[in-house]
Structure formats: C-alpha cells, structure tokens
C-alpha cells in the first residue's frame, strides 16, 4: 500500500513538473515575441531615423544652394549696357553696305556725298594739283594755265608756241595774236574720262577746229582717252595737230567778229564723236560733212 502511495505521488510530482514545464515555455514566448517586438520596432525607429536624416540633409543641400544663388551679386546696369551694346553691334546699321566702305569713308570726305563720288573728287583735285605743279615749273614756257574764277576744275590755257615753220605761226606773228586760247573743262571722273576742251580764240581755220572752236582729236573722246594723258601731253598733240591740219588764222571780214560759243562746240563734238564712231577716224565722206 505504501508502495503505492508513493508511486501515486511519484506520477504527481511528474506531472506537475511537466505542467511547469509547459507553462514556463508558455511564459518564454512572449518574452521572445516582445524581443522580436522591440528588434522590429528598433528596426523601424532607425528607418524613420535614416529616413529623417536623409531629409534634413536634402532640406540643408537645398538650402545651401538657395543660400549660394542669393549670395551671387545680380548684373549691374553696367553689364547689362554693356552686353546691349555687343548684341547692336553685331546688326549692321540700316542702310550700309561693303565698301563702305570703303573707298571715300576718310574723315576728310565731302560730306552728303556718295562714297564712291566722294572718291571721284579726291582723286580729281590731287591729280589736278600734281597737273598745275608739273606745268609752273616747264622751262619752255610752252604753256600757261589760269583757273577760271578760282575754279580748280575748269581751266584756261594759253598756248605760247606753235611750230615756228608753220603758216600759222606766221598767222600769228602778222595778227600780233600772242596765244591761241583754249578752255578745258575737267569732268567728275577725271582722270579716267578726257576734259572737254574747245578753242576760245583767235578764230581758226582747219588745223581740225571746228565749229564753236571744237576739236576732232580721238584721244579727247572716251574711247581715245588713257588716264595717262596729261594736260601737257594733250596740248603739245594739238599743237602738231593745228600745224599738220594746216590750221590758220581766220581773216576774213565778217567772221573775225564772231565769237566761239560752248555750247556750239558741244554740239559740233557730239556730231564728230557720231561720225567717227561709224566710221572710224578716217575721213569720212563729204555728204557726212
């Protein structure tokens, strides 16, 4: 009997201690669950900590950039003038063109002119000037230039000499005509179109003077005419021209009197420079006078 109280107690006390087993292991759980609880919850505060950290750094990154764009001085209205400026002077002015320039833009230039006439009347004038210089200082006293009315662009001048064997140096000698005087007038493009030159008096025969006291010679028209030619060089041609025409004095009464007239001589120069131009410089024939 006591054997068997005692084995009833044994059976109890096991199982009480697996009872207590059982509930100690039931108690450990939560622990674990609360364990895993905290390690999740810890895993979460430092997502949100990474999170916030991420976010201050981007809050401060973006306020250092703002910071440095203020920091930057704005364009000054000197900047700003200036950076005007380069741009209008990248658009050419209205109404210029390639040259401008160019060949009459010196600051010297007639004003209200257009450069290329500008130019014509720079080139004229010093050409014109080395003319009269190159003239004063002949020895032969061949000829002698005076500017009509101060006028350096129409001249008159004087021939003194003619062949000293020729009849119309006889003419000139007997009619006590000291000169044959000559007008040239020099037009814009000189030197590289011919003066215009006529005979003012004495009234002349032949010698290829013409009415009004124009002159048929081919090297005073445009095709005839070079730039190379000077004053002096056309006046010593005319002279051989008067003595090989067998030029001479007009002496016969009535005639003497009248007077050349430019603009007789203008028209008389148009005819000829026609008729040579169809003909070319031979004589032409009579019915074309």
């Given at each position: ?31 674990s ?67 401008s320039?160019?060949?009459?833009g ?27 210089q ?25 021939l003194?000499?003619?062949d ?23 037009p ?18 032949n ?5 009004g ?9 445009p ?12 006046m ?7 003595v ?46």
């Amino acid at each position: 009997m006591a054997t068997l109280l005692r084995k009833i107690g044994l059976i109890r006390l096991h199982d009480r201690d697996t009872d207590g087993a059982r509930h100690q292991g039931s108690r450990k759980a939560p622990k674990s669950q609360k364990n895993a609880s905290k390690q999740c919850n810890s895993g979460n505060e430092s997502i949100l900590l990474q999170s916030d950290h991420h976010h201050h750094y981007h809050n401060n990154h973006q306020q250092q950039h703002s910071h440095k764009r203020s920091e930057q001085p704005p364009p000054s209205i000197k900047d700003s003038n200036k950076d005007k400026q380069q741009a209008g002077s990248k658009v050419p002015p209205a109404g210029s063109s390639s040259s401008s320039s160019s060949t009459g833009g010196s600051s010297s230039s007639i004003p209200g002119q257009p450069p290329n006439k500008q130019h014509c009347a720079q080139v004229r004038s010093r050409r014109l000037m080395k003319e009269l210089q190159d003239i004063r200082k002949l020895t032969d006293h061949f000829i002698s230039v005076e500017l009509v009315e101060d006028n350096l662009f129409e001249w008159n001048v004087k021939l003194l000499q003619v062949d000293k064997d020729s009849a119309l140096w006889q003419d000139m000698k007997e009619t006590s005509t000291e000169c044959i005087l000559l007008n040239l007038n020099f037009p814009d493009n000189f030197p590289f179109s011919p003066p215009f030159m006529r005979v003012l008096s004495p009234r002349l025969e032949n010698g290829y003077v013409l009415d009004g006291g124009a002159i048929c010679m081919e090297l005073l028209t445009p095709r005839g005419w070079s730039s190379a030619y000077t004053v002096e060089a056309v006046m010593r041609q005319f002279a051989a021209s008067l003595v090989k025409g067998q030029g001479r004095i007009c002496r016969k009464v009535g005639k003497t009197k009248k007077a050349f007239t430019r603009k007789e001589a203008e028209a008389t120069f148009k005819s000829l420079v026609k008729t040579h131009e169809k003909y070319g410089w031979v004589t032409p024939p009579v019915s074309d006078g």
